[in-house]
């Protein structure tokens, strides 16, 4: 045995490399034969995958090479092997009541997840990027308690360090008491700050262009839903949130944001701000829907209202609005928005501008993909839908819970025409509000 004596030793750094990639390979055979009665399709996502796969590789980010968890009556404990030390902050957190655990990046390689019994203190627990520079993980509780003091175990005779992570029945009382930010790095509270906004080297001509905003949703810690192939919303809509940019600065005629390039978290409230401190003119937000009857399927368009449309369009935004809350966010203090921007009358002809343009993108977005036969205009009260002075939209591309939705969001190109349709839809709403005539963009 090599004497590592608390020192990072870069042989067990390499052993537990080599380790990491073994599991995946293992959990990544698993999950495939767990699949292999459905049938195989193209992924276009998988360039992003791709792309993030050799990203880091080339990383030298510490490596998760695997989470062990211990139940008992009397202590529940999570055990993350890493390839290196790092610095973490447990807290806990109410309504919903969770425990966070924040450490610096790191490489998640670890192979199959062990799953909590969920009779026990645990229901559940997710993990993902949170911002740059900031990895986190949420466990759900079901019942009060105490987070002992984290350790970080030295190597003996494994090949990896281990974070251990106990937790101790409580009472509801000392719970309430305990939780909180932690103080001293209250900042960690909100995501990275919002991405300035674009330079315009053009001058004045380009200056003049219109800014469109595109947010794709979800992100980092919150996948969204997930589709039979393994195919998760986040990296699906980031996928066409960069062919849209792409398609709308082809035209010469506007300047793109996007509220994330990448695969991080961005709380709603900042992807709302990023839009207004940019000063858009045009909110375009994507995602993919889910339905517990699989046969639903096609696109549809929401938009901000007092009153869901329907029951489904009421549960959607539920669960989009939850965002926050599945990433572990503290919310205590913060404003509630809706009631001021929905009493503002300025708010008014804001949504009527989001109503004709939503109608717009459905006479394009059938050029593209499939829509919903009945109601594809729907309303609802979207957290991301609220600035009070940007029309905006909601785009769900389809169902992922549908096969064929699933089927034709993964074919070569389908991204590029929906693309195209959603420029046509921005080209005539901004020449419908100018009084202007401006060329529409063609759909392959």
Sequence with gaps: ?????????SIVK?????LALVLGLVSATESAMSRDKAPSRPDPIGDLLAEQAHKGSQSSMPIVIGLKLTETTQRTRFAIELSDPVDVKVYTLTNPNRVVIDMPDVLWRAGADARPSGR??????????FRRGNFRFVVDLNAPVKVEAPQIVQPEEGFSFRLMVDLTPSTREAFVAAAGWPLASSTLATSAAPPPAPSVP????EAQKRLVVVDAGHGGIDPGTQGRSGIREKDLVLGVARELRKALEATGRYRVQLTRDSDVFIPLRERVHIARVAHADLIV?????????RDIRGASVYTLSEDASDREAATLAEKENMSDVIAGVDLTGENNPVASILIDLAQRDTMNRSVRFAERVLTTLPRATMVRPTSPHRAAGFAV??????PAVLVELGYLSNGADEAEMTKPGWRGKVAGSLVAAIDGHFSAETGLSVRQAAVP
């Design 120 to 129: 026990r203190a645990v229901k559940s627990y997710r993990y993902g990027q």
């Design 14 to 18: 390499r052993l537990a490399v080599c």
């Design 285 to 293: 937000s994507l995602h993919a829907d889910s339905n517990d009857h």
């Design 1 to 9: 045995m090599f004497p590592l004596g608390g020192r990072k030793s």
């Design 385 to 390: 839908l609220k600035a009070p002075d940007i």
């Design 202 to 205: 053009g001058g004045r001509e």
